[in-house]
C-alpha cells in the first residue's frame, strides 16, 4: 500500500537551475572528489541549483549517485572540492569550521533516518538542544509549541525510550522546527517507519512546508516519499540528469527505473 500525498496546496514550481537571486538554497558549480590520480571519486560533478524558500524537494538516485554526498555538501557537513553553497543568502563555502557549526545550531534543521536523539533527555529537552547548543536561552514555551505543532503536546516529560518510533521521528521535526530554520534537511526520514507511520511523518514535512513557510530538502529512497515534495530531482553519476514537478509515485518510480536499469549488452558482430 502506497503513502498519499497530502497538499495543502500547489507552489508554482522555480527551474532546477536559475539565475543568482534570493534563495533558500543555492548550489553554483559544485563538485566533491575524493582520492588523488587513478583513484579518485567523483562524488559531485558540477552542481547547479537553487531551491526558493518555502518549498519542498527530493533527492532521489541509484546507490552511489551522490545523493548523500550532495545533502552533506548542502547542508555544510562536507566542504565542496570546487564551487559555492549558499544557505539562506548566506554563502557557507569558506566560512570558518566555528561559524559553520553556529549556522547549523541556529539556521538549519535535520532529521535522520536514526532520529538521534539522546536517550537520557526527556522529549522537551531534545527539542531545546538546538538552542542550548547556540548557547540561547532555551525558550520552553517555544518547545511546547513545536510538540503541539507535531501531536506530542502531552510527551514533554517523557523519554525517548518511552515512545514509538513514530513518535520519536515526531520529537526529532520538532526539534529541526524548533529555532525557524532557513532550512530542514531530512536524510531518508522514513527509512526505519512502517508505511502508516511514515505517511504521519510526512505529512508533518508537507504541513511545515506549507503551513509554516519551511524548505525541506529530502533524500529518499521511496518514490511514495518523494510525491509528498514539489519537485524531484534525479542525480546519476554525481550530476543532476531530470528532475519532476508535482509528480505522483508512479511517475516517479517509472523515471528511478530508467537510472537503475542495466545497460543493453550488445551482440558480437
Known amino acids: 500500500m502506497g503513502l498519499r500525498k497530502k497538499r495543502q496546496h500547489d507552489r508554482s514550481a522555480a527551474p532546477v537551475a536559475a539565475p543568482t537571486g534570493d534563495w533558500a538554497v543555492e548550489l553554483r558549480g559544485v563538485r566533491r572528489s575524493y582520492g588523488r590520480g587513478g583513484s579518485t571519486v567523483h562524488a559531485l560533478r558540477g552542481i547547479e541549483l537553487a531551491l526558493p524558500s518555502g518549498t519542498f524537494t527530493a533527492v532521489m538516485g541509484p546507490s552511489g549517485s551522490g545523493k548523500s554526498t550532495f545533502l552533506q555538501c548542502a547542508a555544510g557537513l562536507d566542504r565542496p572540492t570546487d564551487g559555492t553553497v549558499a544557505l539562506g543568502g548566506t554563502t557557507i563555502t569558506g566560512m570558518s569550521e566555528n561559524k559553520l557549526t553556529a549556522l547549523r545550531r541556529t539556521r538549519l534543521g535535520f532529521v535522520f533516518q536514526a532520529f538521534n536523539l539522546l536517550p537520557s533527555l526527556t522529549v522537551e529537552q531534545n527539542v531545546l538542544l ?40 515526531r520529537v526529532a521535526i520538532a526539534r529541526a522546527l524548533v529555532t525557524n530554520p532557513d532550512v530542514i534537511f531530512a536524510d531518508e526520514p522514513t527509512g526505519a517507519l512502517d508505511t502508516t507511520t511514515a505517511a504521519e511523518i510526512l505529512g508533518l514535512l508537507r504541513s511545515a512546508v506549507d503551513g509554516m513557510g519551511a524548505t525541506v530538502v529530502m533524500v529518499t529512497h521511496d518514490p511514495a516519499a518523494a510525491a509528498y515534495a514539489d519537485r524531484v530531482l534525479f542525480l546519476a553519476d554525481g550530476s543532476i540528469v531530470d528532475h519532476l514537478e508535482g509528480a505522483g509515485a508512479d511517475r516517479i518510480a517509472a523515471r528511478m527505473r530508467t537510472l537503475t536499469a542495466p545497460a543493453p549488452v550488445r551482440a558480437a558482430a
Open 130 to 169: 538546538p538552542m542550548r547548543l547556540a548557547g540561547a536561552r532555551p525558550d520552553r514555551r517555544r518547545a511546547a509549541e513545536v510538540l503541539a505543532q507535531v501531536g506530542l503536546a502531552d510527551k514533554g516529560r517523557r523519554r525517548p525510550g518511552q515512545l514509538s518510533g513514530g513518535q520519536q521521528q
